[in-house]
């Protein structure tokens, strides 16, 4: 069969496939997208959807149980883990179906199955009626990451899961185990811990959620234990010994290990690209530690040949990689996009509390040279947090003394997964704390607490 030829092919149909395939067909580019699993890969399909579905049953279920704080009457509150699992899966269904209908309304050529690059400017399909080659002068790598395993801690869908077992469970873990505290570890151990598993973290690094702000990571882990889970840092799980009726780990604290039993683990220490079978290397292309190394627009070195997500390296995020597949679509276009900058892209963590954060933390301002300027209000002064009976919660800016430059800010507490994009606007925007000081929040909105951490910083908060 002959080759058929486009202007642009792209290798993953996930979050940052499929947009940089819709943004080149939208400038008039022939484009092909190869997938060789479910449009919309693992964020739609096994990731930020589903579990966002599942924590929305959770997040609804602790609610039932205060019912009468708001003057409800609720009696025998109980859940049906199949039918959430069934709402989480039907989501991720109904949001990958228009996927497809978005590849058809942008006439993008979906072709199903593997790839692998045999020469520059080629791409080799295994599909299920044979093989197809398909060329293009530019080819996306967009084949985004899988979980990491460690030796001796792998998953085996049983009693070690990872985030697919997980979102598919087949029980409802009694004693459960999460190993990593990033947000794939908390957003889990949120879920099973709200629907009444005890729940225990272990976190390697000195705090849990280690990328965030240290103090608004202190804040959200006191909720965890207030909560009732129990958190471990500075440890290391050595060993699991699994059996039919659970899992004996092996726990390394401060130097002395303890044994602990459950029934349950959970795995999420991370994700691993994927690379390999794609013949990157015969190539030229240079893989760093399962990912490919880039430049600031996505260019891999090879002629025509870019990589854009997860692939590329962190943050590892659905909305950077996105935005990559904008930015890369409209480089082959001939277009100028500008580069993304990482700092000014918000992560988000959607435990409960949840959390939000973006540009530097305190400490990394710091020792980045600033002079910093912070400031603070917590949801305990902002009258819509009352309302909603969401108190627990702190918004927290830092500053260039300086210039008044937004170096970061960074939220823990109801709904501020929500709330960061103001900030993020902010940054884009290089909007100094004169601007953010001037802007009009309306009254009563979480977002007031925005306004009032900008003003905290140079003392002038109005309402703590």
């Known amino acids: 069969m002959a080759a058929r030829n486009f202007d642009m092919i792209v290798i993953g149909a996930g979050p940052g496939g499929y947009v940089a395939a ?17 449009l919309g890969g693992i964020c739609l399909n096994w990731g930020c959807i589903p579990t966002k579905a599942l924590l929305r049953s959770s997040e609804v279920f602790h609610l039932m149980h205060r ?13 049906d883990l199949d039918a959430v699992v069934a709402r989480s899966r039907g989501v991720a269904k109904q949001l990958a179906g228009g996927i497809g209908h978005l590849m058809k309304k942008n006439k993008v050529t979906v072709v199903m199955g593997t790839a692998t690059l045999p020469a520059p400017g080629m791409v080799s399909v295994k599909t299920d009626k044979g093989v197809e080659d398909l060329t293009a002068p530019a080819i996306v790598l967009a084949s985004g990451a899988r979980a990491r395993e460690l030796p001796g801690l792998e998953a085996d869908g049983d009693r070690v899961w990872t985030y697919k077992h997980a979102l598919v469970p087949k029980r409802m873990p ?14 889990f151990a949120s879920f099973y811990n709200t629907l009444g598993a005890k729940t225990t973290v272990v976190e390697v690094m000195d705090r849990i959620l280690p990328v965030e702000d240290a103090e608004i990571a202190a804040f959200a882990k006191k909720q965890f234990v207030k909560q009732g889970m129990t958190i471990l840092e500075k440890a290391t799980v050595k060993k699991l010994d699994r059996d039919a009726t659970g899992v ?20 999420a220490v991370g994700i691993v690209g994927n690379v390999e079978g794609l013949g990157l290397e015969a190539l030229g292309v240079k893989v760093d530690r399962t990912h490919v190394v880039t430049d600031a627009h996505c260019r891999t070195g090879v002629k025509g040949l870019y990589a854009i997500g997860d692939i ?6 659905a909305h950077k990689a996105s935005h990559e597949g904008v930015m890369v679509a409209e480089l082959i276009a001939g277009q100028h996009p500008h580069p993304i900058k990482p700092n000014s892209i918000a992560g988000c963590t959607y435990c409960h509390p949840q959390v939000a954060s973006v540009g530097l933390t305190e400490e990394k301002a710091r020792a980045a040279g600033h002079e910093v300027k912070v400031g603070r209000f917590p949801f305990l002064g902002n009258g819509k947090a009352i309302a909603l009976g969401e108190p627990e919660g702190l918004v927290k800016t830092v500053f260039d003394a300086k210039t008044g430059e937004l170096l970061g800010a960074h939220m823990v507490g109801a709904e501020v997964t929500e709330l ?12 100094t704390e004169a601007e953010l000081m001037e802007t009009v929040f309306p009254h ?4 007031e607490m925005m306004h009032e951490a900008v003003l905290d910083a140079y003392g002038r908060a109005l309402h703590f």
């Open 444 to 447: 009563p909105t979480l977002s």
């Open 420 to 431: 960061i994009q103001g900030y993020v606007v902010g940054r884009t925007l290089e909007t």
């Open 22 to 38: 819709i943004r080149g067909a939208q400038l008039g580019l022939s484009v092909a997208i190869v997938e060789r699993e479910h």
């Open 312 to 317: 590329a390296g962190a943050p590892w995020l």
């Open 248 to 267: 004996t780990a092996h726990i390394d604290q401060g130097g002395k290990v303890e044994t602990r039993r459950f029934d349950t683990v959970i795995s």
């Open 174 to 187: 009694k004693d459960l185990l999460v190993i990593g505290s990033g947000a794939i570890g908390i957003e």
């Open 67 to 79: 019912a009468r704080e708001f003057g409800l009457k609720a009696d025998n509150i109980g859940y």
